[in-house]
């Protein structure tokens, strides 16, 4: 939501400003990753869904949070946007994302892997 001030005269041509509430239409999607640190979940999943949704028409503004194992990335759209045509553009973008995200995820807990066992196998003498 936010404010709009609007300037109004009155009978006696005195100024009085207005406050119109505007609800901006926003989609907000929510992403887990178990175990993964705030910085994975913003360099893995959060900037790759961002690159996806910027390409969507109407996005007036993108933010996001990550935290330990999550990340919200909040959508808001021009007022005239319909918000359902959004919802589908971002359900297909997450869609696109998905397949990216999938085979970036596993080649991160591949190497991750490979870095333990090499770090093990360096221990265990």
């Known amino acids: ?3 709009s001030k609007s300037r109004e005269v009155d009978d006696r041509g005195q100024t009085i400003w207005t406050r119109a509430r505007l609800d901006v239409p926003t989609i907000t999607v929510s992403t887990c990753l178990p175990g993964a640190s705030p910085d994975t979940m913003a360099a893995s999943v959060a900037a790759p869904l961002e690159r996806q949704f910027a390409s969507i028409a109407g996005i007036t503004n993108i933010t ?3 935290v330990e194992v999550g990340t919200s990335i909040k959508l808001e759209f021009d007022l005239e946007r319909n918000i359902d045509a959004a919802a589908l553009d971002v359900q297909s973008a997450i869609s696109v994302a998905t397949r990216r995200l999938r085979w970036t ?4 807990r591949r190497s991750a892997s490979s ?11």
């Open 64 to 66: 996001s949070s990550s």
């Open 115 to 125: 870095i333990r066992r090499t770090a093990l196998s360096s221990f265990s003498r």
């Open 105 to 108: 995820l596993r080649h991160r």
């Open 1 to 3: 939501m936010s404010m």
